[in-house]
Nanobody
Framework: QVDLMESGGGLVRPGESLNLSCKAYGTIYSINVMGWHRQAPGKQRELVASITSAGVTNYGESVKGRFTISGDTAKRMVVLTMYSLKPEDTGVYYC???????????????WGQGTQVTVSS
């Protein structure tokens, strides 16, 4: 079993910054990728950023240059630093991990409960 615990959401004004953290818990053998997706009201869930076990990062087009993902899958933790936030960044942010639990032979995708980020003046 893999559980993802998110923290750091909240209400900020346009142009401000915010950090989101995610920690994976459970009987985990290894994690391939950890990252963040978000879902705005009435829209599909979209990739925000991810980081692989090799440290390779990937960003959604709308956040490139403004968001930074850091962390270590071996330490089961990632941090999303969001700069220059815009109202369109508002949504529920979900941590996810491609992980292999102990006593299982394959990897599965796991999701956190989500944390609300609201950007408004």
């Amino acid at each position: 079993q893999v559980d993802l615990m998110e923290s750091g959401g909240g209400l900020v004004r346009p142009g401000e910054s915010l950090n989101l953290s995610c920690k994976a818990y459970g009987t985990i053998y290894s994690i391939n990728v950890m990252g963040w997706h978000r879902q705005a009201p009435g829209k599909q869930r979209e990739l925000v950023a991810s980081i692989t076990s090799a440290g390779v990062t990937n960003y959604g087009e709308s956040v490139k240059g403004r968001f930074t993902i850091s962390g270590d899958t071996a330490k089961r933790m990632v941090v999303l630093t969001m700069y220059s936030l815009k109202p369109e960044d508002t949504g529920v942010y979900y941590c996810n991990a491609d992980a292999r639990p102990i006593f299982r032979s394959g990897y599965s995708n796991y999701w956190g409960q989500g944390t609300q980020v609201t950007v408004s003046s």
